[in-house]
């Protein structure tokens, strides 16, 4: 069965619809589906098959698009993976509600895992954790859009709790569904936390270098969204001194120019810094650290290859 | 220990305080407690003390508040028990994150409980399942608004979701953490239904015939915020046919009379039809089911009262 499969038994015979129907559209969109992948991964570490721990696999999933809900308000942004986001296409209240409602449905999907006891609320403990800093990660996020010093430690503090912990998560998951050796669950868990790293960091490239049609939607939302990422912080760190102030008066709020006129001369000043460069350096260790941790989980060897692809497809990924 | 202590316990240390200001002020603010009372009384039933099941009693509190704070973006409600709704006085999207995260802090509030592992995954079952009855009825509440025909039968079941399953979901957490008889588990869910129906009903009654001053919000909100309440579903069953049509009109969107000028008018045709003291028929019934529930429980006789005290507190409070 797939996690889609179990999505729509799972909607099946809800009401109301106009709660119910927001969650099946978001849930239903096709996506890359990383974190199921992750919850099937570290369970499979450790000899559980994936069907066995797919409701857990489908919960983080579904905790993933209750956050996309409600950030899509937040960031009063129109599109998501190509399409209407729920609150464009319903509305605010709709869109709040209806992310309510999925942040239960995922818990009720672990709840409703055939597990023991200790071990099912080790992963509800975890859940609830992962919860909550990816809040506190959000509002960070939110803090920084007007702050006006940012740091790179900050804003990778700000991406463990936003991105990374989910990750983290997935894999501890469903390695505690799996009973494995508490020593390997915390290993997976970092190994987790050096992915998301990695995953963010892809996504704040591929915000401005991706290809708009793989990408799926508008090249420079992070910069007309005031969003404050790794690109523009390593640039304000590398910059010479005049650039500098152009990139700050480029990204201060009351800018009145144009997504596209701004484009091209942020483009410039991170190319003379090389931006670029110094981002794929930083996913690269991140990559690194996470492959140094897989080599010393006591899981089989030949299991460890999967956690290695996805590794890479972190680091290759067009969108 | 009371359960601000806990609250103030819980929130020390966290951050961002953007975050978790917003929680502090609404946790903080007076209230009536009713939801931790029922969770200590559920327990005291079956020879529990309430330091025991303090966690859980907050945990239904602030899964209380967490819904009054998206609720009131939802309602555009400036006003909550006389003070600035969370929304009102930071933002709406403070208010969305604020409620997120204290739906999850509830959660970890029953983690966190001294409990055998069994008795701790019912009670976060039940705690799941109420917070999505809880949306579901939120959803059929705003349904409501532009739903042209709503019959009392309807009415009842959103309240049922919206308010009651609240109060009987608390006072069998309190149960199940004693380790109550199954069967009394059952009795006193379903007290709780019945006690939440006569809550909801008084609050309705409130809205209309409370004292200003002691309401602490403005006499006629439901009206003014085009809800439909049991006073004007019984109204449209009770009116002659042109007081019907008369009360339709009132109530319509888009008229565009004042409050002030609306309520004398439909307070002139609730009169005619004694709207008033059949609701208050209703609410009577309602406490009689929960009392003769009460007479089955195994529980020492002693130990009733309280909860037979609640039942009464509920016809008679003035807010």
């Known amino acids: 069965m797939s996690v889609e499969t179990l999505f729509l038994q ?149 991406i463990r709790l936003k991105t990374a912990v989910m990750l983290a998560g997935c894999l501890k998951a469903g390695a505690i569904a799996a009973n494995a050796p508490r020593s390997d669950r915390e290993i997976l868990y970092n190994i987790g936390i050096s992915l998301g790293f990695a995953f963010q960091l892809k996504d704040d490239l591929l915000d401005l270098y991706a290809d708009q049609q793989s990408l799926g939607k508008q090249i420079g939302m992070d910069i007309a969204d005031h969003k404050k990422t790794y690109l523009l912080l390593r640039a304000l760190q590398e910059a010479q001194a005049n650039d500098r102030d152009k990139l700050l008066q480029l990204f201060a ?13 942020i483009i410039e000043i991170y190319r003379k810094c090389h931006v670029r460069d110094k981002t794929e350096v930083a996913i690269e260790n991140c990559l690194n650290e996470a492959l140094s941790l897989i080599e010393t989980l006591s899981c089989p060897e030949n299991k460890k290859n999967s956690l290695r692809e996805i590794a890479t497809l972190f680091r290759d990924r067009e969108k």
């Open 253 to 265: 709020p009351e800018n009145s120019l144009s997504l596209e006129e701004k484009l091209p001369q």
């Open 10 to 158: 799972q909607m099946h015979g809800r009401k109301p619809r106009q709660l119910y129907d927001p969650i099946e559209y978001i849930l239903m969109q096709p996506g890359k589906r990383v974190r199921p992948r992750m919850v099937l991964l570290g369970a499979e570490l450790f000899g559980t098959p994936p069907e066995k721990v797919l409701p857990i696999a489908a919960a983080f999933e579904m905790l993933h698009n209750f956050t996309l809900i409600h950030d899509d308000i937040m960031d009063n942004a129109p599109l998501r993976r190509g399409k209407e986001t729920v609150f464009k296409k319903w509305n605010s209240n709709i869109a709040i509600l209806s992310g309510d409602a999925l942040a239960t449905m995922a818990l009720e999907q672990i709840l409703q895992t055939e597990l023991p006891a200790k071990n099912k609320l080790e992963i509800v403990t975890l859940f609830a954790r992962t919860s909550i800093e990816i809040c506190e990660g959000q509002q960070y996020d939110l803090n920084f859009e007007t702050k006006e010093q940012v740091t790179i430690e900050e804003y990778m503090e700000m």
